[in-house]
């Protein structure tokens, strides 16, 4: 069985999808083999109705998928730049492309986790985090990147109600990420959440 958050090595078969994003029609190239490869999966649509992109600045897209949020921060902030990471080769090559499709492939760096420069850090990240891949491996991931935040940096993460979103709240405060709901919304919650301490960086 293939999973979104691993290499699929089947039959590249694409299909175009219209979304609209921070009041931008845009189009993406997607396909089977990446999360939620037939459409803008609903937790996506719901943080990007809740939270205004940054005018400018650097921001981690952690679990990229086809590009979704990566191009449309980019094509929304002509200032902004976006690091697109995700472990499935195949997200990668279609963020490229619909990067390119959206004239923001010079802002937007699809990258797998490994490849990211060690030294670089993130005004913002933002997330629709692969809840399936199991808690234990779910909190390594968010323990790894979220120390990337500059000391005054957010991220903004989606989580569905009955995946665990109330829970990971309190346990993302208890790891000294003090975390709030910003919004609910169609079984989703919208998660904000920072350093306890911005000065220790």
Known sequence: MSHYFT???????????????????LTFTT???????????????VL??????PEGGHVLDLGCGFGPIAVGLAVASPSVRVDAVDVNERALMLTRRNAERAGV?????????DDVDPGTTYDEIWSNPPIRIGKEALHA???RWLPRLRPDGVAYLVVGRNLGADSLAAWLTEQGWPTAKLASAKGFRVLKTGRADPSHA
């Open 48 to 53: 990007l109705r809740t939270v205004a992109p």
């Open 105 to 113: 492939s010079e802002r937007v760096h699809p990258t797998l986790p």
């Open 141 to 143: 991931l968010l323990l």
């Open 31 to 45: 396909a089977g083999g990446v999360f939620s490869g037939s459409r803008l999966d609903l937790g996506t649509s």
């Open 7 to 25: 290499n699929d090595d089947s039959p590249l078969v694409t299909r175009d999808i219209e979304a609209r994003i921070f009041d931008h029609d």
